[in-house]
């Protein structure tokens, strides 16, 4: 599985901005996909992954806390590709976002496969 994530950019804070992750792979409508994201000086940190499910529901998402109620994490099997909408956007949210992707049965802490990321950067 190839990833492509795409739509980072500079924005200001409270705008919003949606980022894409185009996957290659026969079986991406399996795999369950995340957001991932690194601040300058910090550690890779969970955004927000959601499951395969052939019927869209709330349950097949998860967000950080700090991304909960702003951000809003989507796929459309038939174009192998997962989206982050991303509203209300602060400057704590600045950081490069990757996007990744986890094959059946892996752990929500260790991805399978990552995308190069694309940076995002709010402005106060």
């Known amino acids: 599985v190839q990833l492509q994530a795409s739509g980072g950019g500079l924005v200001q804070a409270g705008d919003s901005l949606k980022l894409s992750c185009a996957a290659s792979g026969p079986t991406f409508s399996t795999y369950a996909m995340g957001w991932f994201r690194q601040a300058p000086g910090k550690e890779r940190e969970f955004v927000a992954r959601i499951r395969w499910s052939s019927s869209w529901s709330a349950s097949n998402t998860a967000y950080a806390d700090s991304v909960k109620g702003r951000f809003t994490i989507s796929r459309d099997n038939a174009k192998n590709t997962v989206y982050l909408q991303m509203n209300s956007l602060k400057p704590e949210d600045t950081a490069v976002y990757y996007c990744?992707?986890?094959?059946?049965?892996?752990?929500?802490?260790?991805?399978?496969?990552w995308g190069q990321g694309t940076q995002v950067t709010v402005s106060s």
């Open positions: 990744a992707a986890y094959r059946p049965g892996s752990s929500w802490s260790t991805p399978d496969y």
